[in-house]
């Protein structure tokens, strides 16, 4: 009896390892993602008719906040945790991680060709001179500022842009503030990020990148628009909760702006989507050239790359999954769907799926925007430094905002904290 | 041997048919499926008592949760103190290198130290100065107002039952839904300002100036935890043999001094412990606090273990080296706190 208990107990045991082998399941992929608007849905609907055609690769999305792919991803991804793939907007981070698709896709000259050289070069590690192919923008943004035209009419206050190719961001609040004075609503904010702040501050005429590779922060123009910032703040002209209520992490203004409770909006071209969804018509908002000033006029390039980790057990299903996203219809699609710009060369005149015409109007608007970026804002979002810049430039003027420093010492700081990140990055 | 003999008779007096006899191939399987797991686990014991010996398989016992603590405590400990001591971005520690004292130096260079802007690692000095304002209010308070409310439930109020559930309560609540709740109570747009607005006042920056949210940090950390110190003291008062308030009352003592020379003293090992739990737990404070205010408005409610966090995680710096020393700071201060407290427990057993 005694034996013959042990018997069942290892043949029950035999029979569910062999039952769990004997499955013949389709190879499982996983994908690191996050939402601003609606891309999840349209991608799920995209890989849902590639796994009809591909019965033998099955796709999961795991869905986080984009918190959690700043915070956990690098860390996930240098432990050896990866995802098989990922949608990143610090394509840097990960240098050295990343799997060469070359080997695997249908037709490296077609990724070659349709992909920016930067973009794909963003994604080597610094100095590697390679054609290793680690992935493929899906989403190329542009900061700039959006209105809300309703507002301005109802405080009887003309749109600076409508007479004048060249409005300063003095010009801008100026307004803001006049249309906050009669229609009680808040005049102006700029999401919680040193990316955000960045293209305003070289519109003023900063420079963080010199000649020889140093980084300073302290130039008069950075000086100008930190200062604009804090008198935002301390004119009650801005909605504190962005800056001060959002404790350390990033805050974006959107949701004042969708409430119809602000009038001048400094963010980008990724929240198209979301206001043509959460606005629609319910009042006239459009996208605006970014202001002009010393430095010129430009905003800040982004967005997001979708990747591929060299971790992954398998590469070629990856290859597979990674060529249907980056092919012309699809890719297409995809931006068609989502009301992207494109990071693809080679799409042509494109027909967005909106209905509200004032995303139409914005996308053209950040099309004609981002052409012309400044060489200093392409160098702080695919030179590398990025990462040691934007978040002291965000939490020490948000301690300048509260008062916990002053300005001097807010820039002060930035400095230190800069070169200590970027000792740090150096020493590794 | 007697309940199986018992249960033996009951089965000869069963009747003919029950669901019993439904079950019965079923309960045979399980049986046998029971029997077999602890004979394997039998097959294996059996020849390690014969080797080791009764008395040392006791360490075969422990051995399980003695790996766990190594490896999710004493490993990680060993790794903080080596990380501390390395520079750098890569987080396996061979990739690291050593730099010495260079982490503890950029922490503790300062001008003077009662003035953060006059430190190299400010916010580590502002986390810490944050940490011991909260520290001090928050603990005198929970402490203050649990002795409070013991004593009140203590004296057989009506509802006891239902006011000890009550303080009780938010001690179910997960940390992350006491923030939420309280942030939504506070924000601008929230419960609080819309009561305020409502009564013609004017609304209030509870999240947006830094002394607010300093103080609601405190309030709402002492109304979630004050339950779980209110029964232990509560335990405590129970205790308190009754015969003692009997012969005071009789000796004359009036209701303040029976309180000072019987509750206080006969209460003090439970204070004691109490003060231990509430001070370690105040200095470790974080999730709640993160979820609240996520440190802010600025750095004000930023303290040591969400400095160490960003420093190592959150800030896309990945300084582990600062961000281990730091929590060797930490780690130091919380000794001490600890010794002196033990040091004073053992005075006033002494007494």
Request: glycine letters at 8%.
């Amino acid at each position: 009896m005694k034996k013959f208990g042990v018997l069942v107990v290892l043949a029950l045991l035999v029979v569910g390892v062999l039952g769990v082998q004997a499955q013949d399941s389709p190879v499982e992929l996983r994908i690191a993602w996050y939402d601003d608007g609606n891309e999840g849905t349209v991608l799920r609907d995209l890989l849902d008719r590639f796994e009809a055609d591909n019965a033998d690769i099955r796709v999961i999305v795991d869905t986080v906040p984009y918190q959690t792919i700043l915070d956990q991803l690098p860390l996930q991804v240098e432990a050896g945790e990866a995802p098989d793939m990922a949608r990143v907007s610090a394509g840097e981070r990960y240098r050295g991680f990343y799997l060469d698709l070359r080997p695997y896709v249908a037709d490296p000259a077609y990724w070659e060709a349709s992909f920016p050289a930067a973009v794909l070069q963003w994604l080597r590690e610094s100095g590697e001179e390679s054609d290793a192919l680690y992935g493929f923008p899906n989403q190329f943004t542009v900061t700039g500022p959006f209105i809300n035209r309703t507002l301005f009419e109802q405080a009887g206050v003309d749109v600076p842009s409508d007479s004048s190719d060249a409005v300063t961001w003095e010009q801008w609040t100026e307004a803001a503030a006049a249309v906050a004075e009669v229609t009680g609503v808040y005049g102006i904010a700029i999401d919680r990020s040193g990316h955000r702040v960045a293209g305003p501050a070289f519109t003023e005429g900063a420079t963080f990148f010199a000649e020889d590779g140093s980084v300073t922060i302290d130039t008069p123009g950075f000086r100008t628009f930190a200062q604009l910032l804090l008198d935002w703040h301390s004119s009650g002209l801005t909605p504190a909760e962005v800056w001060v209520g959002s404790g350390g992490t990033y805050a974006a203004g959107a949701p004042f702006f969708i409430s119809g409770e602000l009038a001048v909006y400094m963010s980008g071209s990724w929240q198209i989507g979301n206001f043509a969804t959460n606005i629609g018509d319910a009042f006239d908002w459009e996208a605006v050239p970014n202001p002009t000033g010393d430095g010129g006029s430009t905003g800040m390039p982004g967005g997001t790359a979708f990747v591929a980790f060299a971790q992954t057990e398998h590469p070629e299903e990856v290859a597979r999954v990674m060529d249907y996203l980056a092919s012309e219809d699809i890719y297409r699609e995809f931006v068609e769907r989502t009301l992207f710009i494109p990071g693809h060369q080679g799409l042509g005149e494109l027909d967005y799926q909106t209905d509200v015409p004032a995303a139409q109007q914005s996308l053209q608007v950040f099309a004609a925007e981002a052409l012309k970026l400044s060489d200093q804002a392409y160098e702080l979002q695919y030179g590398g430094e990025a990462f040691a810049i934007n978040n002291p430039i965000r939490d020490r003027l948000t301690q300048a905002i509260t008062g916990e420093l002053t300005l001097d010492d807010a820039i002060a700081r930035i400095q230190e904290d800069v070169d200590a990140a970027l000792a740090a990055a150096a020493a590794s | 041997m007697a309940p199986s003999a018992r249960a033996s008779d009951r089965r000869t007096h069963r009747p003919g048919f029950s669901l019993r006899t439904l079950f019965s191939p079923i309960t045979w399987l399980l049986s046998l499926v029971y029997d077999g797991i602890v004979n394997v686990v039998d097959f294996i014991m059996h020849p390690l008592q014969n080797v080791l010996g009764v008395r040392r398989m006791a360490y075969i016992f422990v051995l399980p949760n003695l790996l766990i603590f190594a490896i999710f405590i004493l490993l990680p400990m060993i790794l903080n103190f080596y990380y501390a001591f390395t520079g750098g971005t890569n987080l396996f520690p061979e990739d690291r290198p050593y730099v010495g004292m260079e982490n503890l130096n950029t922490l503790f260079t300062c001008g003077n130290f009662l003035d953060p802007n006059t430190c190299r690692a400010d916010i580590f000095w502002r986390a810490l100065i944050n940490t011991g304002g909260y520290v001090v209010s928050q603990v005198t308070l929970t402490i203050l107002l649990s002795l409070i409310s013991a004593l009140a439930l203590n004296k057989g109020l009506i509802g006891r039952g239902f006011f000890r559930s009550a303080f009780f309560y938010p001690v179910l609540l997960s940390p992350v839904v006491v923030a939420l709740i309280w942030k939504w109570i506070l924000q601008q747009d929230g419960l609080f300002n819309a009561l305020i607005v409502s009564l013609g006042g004017d609304r209030q920056p509870f999240l947006l100036s830094a002394q607010w949210a300093q103080a609601w940090v405190v309030v709402i950390s002492v109304w979630a935890q004050m339950g779980f110190y209110t029964l232990i003291l509560l335990a405590g008062l129970q205790a308190i043999p009754g015969e003692l308030y009997e012969a005071a009352s009789i000796d004359g003592a009036s209701p303040w001094q029976s309180f000072r020379s019987i509750t206080l003293p006969m209460l003090m090992p439970t204070m004691f412990v109490v003060i231990v739990l509430s001070i370690i737990r105040a200095v470790q404070i974080f999730d709640q606090v993160f979820a609240f205010t996520g440190g802010g408005p600025g750095t004000a409610t930023t303290y040591m273990v969400q400095y160490i966090y960003s420093v190592g995680f959150s800030n896309q710096q990945n300084q582990y080296g600062l961000a281990s020393a730091a929590s060797l700071v930490m780690a130091f201060a919380l000794l001490l706190l600890t010794a002196v407290q033990l040091w004073l427990g053992r005075r006033n057993e002494a007494t």
